[in-house]
């Protein structure tokens, strides 16, 4: 015990003599820092709306003529050709009036024939020479009336697209006003949204405005709604979109529609720094670096929106951030 007594005021006197207090900031060396004025720009104040990206040319199709479907020849994500063979029908009865009506064009061509050579002779009667050209006449329509219900036997594709849906299946009988398939030009899209009408008035035909969907794209107004949906109470505006990898129906997209000219006041994104919750900027001020707390918005084009914490005018550090503390001494690089 009297030895370890004796030790413990030299280990004191030892530790006491090592201890350094640890450097301030006036202390650190100066750091050459670049600067920029936190500035009021004028930004253009958006509000952003929902909508879906649709084609630009789809269509519901149907049988034109009543039938059971034989055929089933285009399946959902097909690409088609306009005049391609979708699905066929069976059509007896159809068949049967195209028989009956040539049928009774030959009986009347051989009628025409016989009154031919008769009203060659003064055999026969003008009116009944002209009674048999008028029945061939007739005949020829019906069976032209009928190939042409015939014709619709087959469904074909109406453009160049993709089949998107199937609606019926073989089996089922088909009739007009009964949907078949739908079917879209995949390549020719544009993006629709319902607008409030208190921001109609911002939208023109023509005008371009950001869609931003997996990227952002380049929007052209090329429909406005004249009237309000009865319900929502909101108008269809509809945007041409350019060709983009990637873009499909159906996609989930917003448009910012410009409602507002603001002033802004914007400091380089690269000079924020985040610690936690809490947003930072370095401003320089009498040769230091001063660090404030700030508040940030919108980020816009590599600027940020500082909305509390910032003064107009003063002079934000955006370079080194990183490695300052408040009251470094800083020296300015031009």
């Not at 879906?52 to 034109?64: D, F, H, I, M, P």
């Not at 009154?115 to 019906?142: H, M, P, Y």
């Not at 006041?265 to 720094?273: I, K, M, N, R, Y």
């Amino acid at each position: 015990m009297k030895l370890l007594s004796g030790f413990l005021p030299v280990l004191l006197l030892t530790a006491c003599g090592k201890h350094e207090p640890p450097p301030t900031a006036a202390t650190l060396p100066s750091v050459a820092v670049k600067t920029q004025p936190a500035a009021f720009l004028p930004h253009t104040a958006t509000e952003e709306v929902v909508g879906t990206v649709r084609s630009k040319q789809r269509a519901v199709v149907e049988a034109k003529v009543s039938g059971r479907v034989l055929e089933y020849t285009a399946t959902p994500g097909a690409m088609v050709k306009a005049g391609d063979l979708l699905a066929r029908l069976d059509v007896q009865e159809i068949q049967a009036k195209v028989d009956q009506a040539r049928a009774m064009l030959d009986q009347a061509k051989r009628d025409f024939d016989r009154q031919k050579q008769l009203i060659a002779s003064n055999a026969t009667t003008r009116q009944e020479f002209d009674a048999a050209d008028a029945r061939v006449k007739i005949g020829t329509g019906a069976v032209s009336e009928a190939e042409t219900m015939m014709s619709y036997a087959k469904v074909t594709a109406p453009f160049d697209g993709v089949v998107t849906r199937k609606l019926a299946d073989v089996g089922d009988l088909a009739m007009p006003g009964k949907p078949l398939l739908e079917i879209e030009a995949p390549t020719s899209l544009r993006f629709e949204a319902d607008l409030p009408e208190a921001i109609l008035d911002r939208v023109k035909l023509g005008a371009k405005m950001s869609v931003r969907l997996a990227k952002v794209i380049e929007g052209t107004v090329s429909e406005i709604s004249p009237v309000a949906d009865p319900v929502s109470r909101t108008f269809n505006v509809k945007f041409d979109l350019p060709q983009t990898d990637g873009l499909r129906t159906g996609q989930f997209g917003r448009v910012s529609v410009p409602v507002a000219e603001v002033k802004l006041l914007l400091v380089p994104q690269s000079a924020v720094l985040k610690r936690g919750q809490m947003e930072l900027v370095f401003v320089a001020k009498d040769g230091k670096a001063a660090l404030r707390l700030v508040k940030t918005g919108k980020v816009l084009e590599g600027r940020v929106e500082v909305l509390s914490g910032l003064e107009e005018g003063e002079q934000v550090i955006v370079s080194e951030t990183a490695k300052l503390i408040d009251g470094q001494p800083v020296t300015l690089q031009p």
